[in-house]
């Protein structure tokens, strides 16, 4: 149980372009999903908080226009970055809590790589 | 502040030895205590939580974490090391009402033969 599936898995694109990454509960709902960045040999940074039905809340220093997250259902939240950079390339993952509170545990995708031309 | 320590960067042992991997906390309240791991490339899987109760638990594949409130520690250990558990390990503590984790920067294992 508790499976979250990221899409895509893997992005090659130009510079310029906006790049959509899905993340999706399969088993079960989450009034909130959280957004993270990876650099290489690093830890996670929390890029944002999102709760379904309103508006994201962003991390010191994430630029919410470029960073735009969409949580419509229980189920799917989604991250655009707009008009990518070479510098936007990284790993993105996404996580999923538990409907049950702040103590329950995130569960997490298997990452998108992000590579920008 | 809030914040999670793990001292070693990368820790070597070999396969069928014990392991133990450390993590210290910084928290104002009493933390909810997380270990993930994440293979390369991939997302991070759940080990075990601790929330309350008792202070031993027990995870998945063989792992348990102990925490310690005196220490402020919540160190992960399996004793006896299988070649598939080398990946890295994240320890992280978690609370405030949005459940946010904050994540100690990680300890790489390696196995060796």
Not at chain 1, 11 to 22: A, D, H, L, R
Not at chain 1, 24 to 33: E, G, I, K, Y
Not at chain 2, 11 to 28: D, F, K, P
Request: charged share 15%; proline share 4%.
């Amino acid at each position: 149980g508790a499976v979250v599936s990221q899409h895509p898995s893997r992005v090659i694109c130009k510079s310029g372009t906006s790049v959509k990454i899905e993340c999706r509960s399969l088993d079960f709902q989450a009034t909130t999903m959280f957004w993270y960045r990876q650099f290489p040999k690093q830890s996670l940074m929390l890029m944002a908080t999102s709760n379904e039905g309103s508006k994201a809340t962003y991390e010191q220093g994430v630029e919410k226009d470029k960073f735009l997250i969409n949580h419509a259902s229980l189920t799917l939240s989604t991250l655009t970055v707009t008009s990518a950079h070479p510098e936007d390339s990284s790993f993105y993952i996404c996580s999923a809590r538990e409907v049950g509170g702040a103590g329950q545990p995130q569960h997490f995708g298997d990452g998108t790589r992000l590579s920008i031309l | 502040a809030q914040s999670v320590t793990q001292p070693d960067i990368h820790i070597t042992v070999s396969e069928g030895a014990s392991l133990e991997l450390r993590c210290n906390y910084s928290y104002g309240a009493t933390p909810y205590l997380f270990w993930y791991v994440q293979s390369p490339g991939q997302g991070l899987q759940l080990l075990l939580k601790y929330f309350s109760g008792d202070t031993l638990v027990q995870g998945i594949k063989g792992f348990e974490a102990e925490f310690k409130r005196s220490q402020s520690s919540f160190n992960l250990r399996k004793p006896s090391v299988h070649w598939s558990d080398a990946a890295e390990y994240f320890c992280a503590v978690g609370g405030g009402s949005q459940g946010n984790l904050i994540f100690g920067k990680g300890t790489k294992l390696s196995v060796k033969p």
